[in-house]
């Protein structure tokens, strides 16, 4: 007959190890280079930008529903960025640096732009400083991202469609290639 204390330790060990392998743990890094953990369910890097899928996004303390809503979205296609995946959830990062949790169904591939800053930025007909004029956006405007080459990403928004210099812009990473 086992003692309990060993029954005991192999049961912990026999959970523990079964969860080991059921979420790999990973550590990546972020934009900034500050090293992130979390689990892996996809292929896909991290972290990475995505944007909101529903008008009606709630973020969560922790990674299911019994973790308590801690404030609720209201706009569809605001760029967001992944930094943890666990199961069907992911661990979001807005502009201004909140975090929670999400579940996976809510987000979007289609990759969107937030214009950054307190001024008016010109969006310009080709990708430079002498290019005519198409519109000005106001600070906080989501817009469709397009492409992008080392200086400036080519957007389009409620009708509009032109170029922005990168800088002016949060959901793009200044040296990601986006085309």
């Not at 999400?102 to 007909?125: F, N, P, T, Y």
Request: with cysteine; aromatic share 12%.
């Amino acid at each position: 007959m086992m003692p309990l204390f060993l029954k005991m330790l192999t049961l912990i060990l026999a959970v523990t190890g079964f969860a080991f392998f059921a979420a790999p743990a990973y550590a990546g890094t972020q934009g900034d280079g500050a090293v992130v953990q979390g689990f892996r369910v996809t292929d896909l890097p991290l972290p990475r930008f995505v944007s909101l899928r529903a008008d009606k996004v709630y973020v969560r303390a922790g990674p299911a529903l019994r973790y308590p809503i801690q404030w609720v979205y209201r706009r569809a296609g605001l760029p967001v960025e992944i930094t943890q995946e666990f199961e069907s959830w992911r661990r979001i990062r807005d502009h201004v640096g909140d975090e929670g949790w999400v579940h996976q169904s809510l987000l979007s591939g289609q990759r969107s732009v937030l214009i950054r800053g307190d001024d008016l930025v010109i969006l310009r007909e080709h990708a430079t400083d002498q290019a005519r004029m198409v519109a000005r956006l106001e600070p906080d405007v989501v817009a469709h991202l397009d492409r992008c080459n080392p200086q400036w990403c080519r957007i389009h928004v409620s009708g509009y469609r032109g170029w922005v210099e990168r800088n002016f812009l949060w959901g793009i990473y200044a040296q990601e290639d986006f085309d």
